[in-house]
């Protein structure tokens, strides 16, 4: 009997498809993401659930998650034959894998650092650098150095530790785009969409004790795998294909963020 009331009941999700994210409907954000070469292959959906949660509780959270009826039939993710969007439907996971993220910023203040070390001039103008390359990006600015090249001194301006922050992963997803992304000349754009949507999908709330504000949401990057291999997000990987699930433990909501790199897509 003790055993029986160990046991964690699943956790059961309906699929908020009414909910809308601000930031997707905006004209200048969705003009940025085209940009980009990552609107038609981006998106945020929500869930809700009625359980408990609690952090510890990631492994059975996210296995409940991707074997759902309601997830399965309604995440969105983009067929790497048909290059138009699906679902998990006919498709029995058998593996989740869920690397937790750090999520503890709660200021833009964070990317200060690129403006002291003169990445960023005073204008916000990025200075630019002889173009290299690395894999499928070409690297023509010190913000790319930053981003991609760590043998590079510019490099070094953010620790091993603020790099893992979701921030800061927003950040250089929205920098390095899609297959066909035009970069920017100036920070702004990539500061204010990584704050809109930062903003939007991550919870917090006021610390009783310090008075100071404190991000509630847990954050896991996910990839989830059938008897074939990983289905999803994309049986392709690659560095800007990606899915996350940002869950507010308070309003028992989970958002997924997800994109898959490639071309701008002309389905629906």
């Given at each position: ?11 059961t999700f ?134 991609l090249l ?87 990987k690659h ?30």
């Open positions: 009997m003790a055993a029986d009331r160990d046991i964690k009941p699943a956790f309906r699929h908020l498809s009414n909910k809308k994210m601000n930031f997707m409907q905006e004209r200048k954000n969705s003009d940025l993401l085209a940009k980009w070469s990552m609107q038609g292959r981006i998106i945020v959906q929500a869930f809700s659930f009625d359980e408990y949660f609690q952090p510890y509780d990631k492994d059975t959270f996210v296995q409940a998650f991707f074997k759902d009826l309601n997830v399965v039939a309604n995440l969105k993710m983009i067929s790497p034959s048909t290059c138009e969007w699906t679902t998990l439907a006919g498709v029995e996971v058998k593996k989740v894998e869920a690397e937790e993220i750090p999520c503890k910023q709660v200021s833009m203040s964070f990317f200060d650092c690129l403006y002291t070390n003169e990445i960023i001039r005073e204008t916000g103008h990025i200075n630019k650098c002889l173009d290299e390359f690395y894999e499928d990006f070409v690297i023509a600015d010190r913000l790319r150095q930053v981003l760590e043998d590079s001194d510019n490099y070094q301006i953010f620790s091993d530790t603020e790099r893992k922050e979701f921030i800061f992963r927003l950040f250089k997803h929205f920098c390095l785009g899609g297959m066909l992304c035009q970069f920017e000349d100036t920070i702004d754009p990539y500061l204010e969409i990584t704050k809109a949507v930062y903003k939007e999908i991550v919870s917090v709330q006021k610390d009783p004790e310090t008075k100071g504000i404190r991000v509630i949401s847990t954050v896991w990057k996910v990839t989830a795998s059938d008897d074939y291999g990983t289905c999803y997000p994309s049986t392709k560095e800007q294909t990606f899915a996350y699930l940002i869950v507010d433990p308070i309003k028992r909501h989970v958002h997924v963020l997800y994109h898959c790199f490639g071309g701008r897509l002309f389905c629906n």
